[in-house]
């Protein structure tokens, strides 16, 4: 039994380094690519030149934002960047969010020529579905597919079926614990994203799933020290100017910028962008209303 417990130990130890190390491992990322981290959140990519994200609190990311690169606060459907400013793009673990998949898949291919995109898998949704999520994403033929949940719970919940509904989840409990990245729907692509989404968004969720305190970061010491280590190694050394990529997420035409960043305008659209928190913040309310008239 002894020995059991160091072996599952030490299957536990890979399993981690593994899971955490599909984070750097971008092959098609070159020494002097200009990289953007869409929808960064708590844990932005160590490689990514530009971040973005759109929830300012932090219970949907379940951890607390980090930012330390340039960065903006964006709609992943309506990016305030130059048609092609990217090298790459990486959209990790955001896409299950979004009502509008589509349109930032589409976003993905006009502001970068290639890119990885990460979500939980089909499998791992069903089973353990998140309050959080809209959709499950897998990849069927070489092809993305995106299908929104019927509701935010949709799994296996037949009372006759209790029994398999617990096996499942032991099945989960091990698979995640011993090969976690089995869990996890892995995406690369160049020049164009093959996708299909199917089904509707489903309608609001009750308020009381939306909110409530940020859950604890449960990341264990050696894990946070890991991270910290791998971000300082791989950080860009191509430093990036904001307003050498930032356009307007209406026209993506050219933006004018106040002395300090303070303010960005779109002299086209007569639009006028200020700041949240320090950054500048294209998400607005009007800027929704008129793409959608």
Not at 219 to 229: D, M
Request: charged share 25%.
């Amino acid at each position: 039994m002894v020995g059991d417990r160091w072996i599952d130990g030490a299957i536990g130890l890979i399993n981690t380094f593994r899971t955490a190390y599909r984070r750097i491992d971008h092959p098609n990322i070159g020494p002097s690519h200009l990289v953007i981290d869409v929808g960064c959140g708590g844990n932005p990519n160590p490689r990514a030149n530009v971040a973005c994200d759109f929830m300012p609190d932090d219970y949907e990311r379940g951890e607390s934002l980090q930012v330390d690169c340039p960065f903006f606060w964006a709609d992943s459907a309506r990016l305030p960047l130059r048609t092609g400013a990217f090298d790459y793009s990486i959209l990790c673990h955001v896409l299950e969010h979004v009502r509008e998949p589509g349109k930032t898949l589409d976003e993905l291919q006009r502001i970068s020529r290639a890119g990885y995109i990460e979500t939980p898998n089909a499998f791992h949704e069903f089973i353990i579905p998140y309050t959080t999520h809209i959709s499950r994403c897998t990849v069927v033929d070489g092809k993305l597919r995106i299908s929104f949940k019927r509701r935010w719970d949709e799994t296996l919940d037949d009372p006759e079926l209790a029994d398999v509904r617990n096996d499942m989840h032991m099945n989960w409990w091990d698979l995640h614990n011993r090969e976690a990245r089995a869990l996890l729907t892995r995406f690369r692509w160049r020049g164009r994203i093959d996708y299909e989404v199917r089904g509707t968004v489903m309608d609001s969720k009750p308020l009381e799933l939306m909110t409530g305190p940020t859950p604890p970061d449960s990341r264990s010491w050696l894990r946070r020290s890991a991270v910290s280590v791998v971000r300082f190694a791989l950080r860009p050394r191509r430093i990036t100017d904001l307003r050498q990529v930032l356009a307007c997420p209406l026209c993506h035409g050219d933006l004018e910028f106040a002395p300090q960043m303070e303010k960005a305008s779109c002299p086209s659209c007569n639009k006028d962008f200020g700041t949240l928190l320090g950054h500048l913040d294209f998400r607005v309310n009007e800027v929704v209303e008129i793409v959608a008239a």
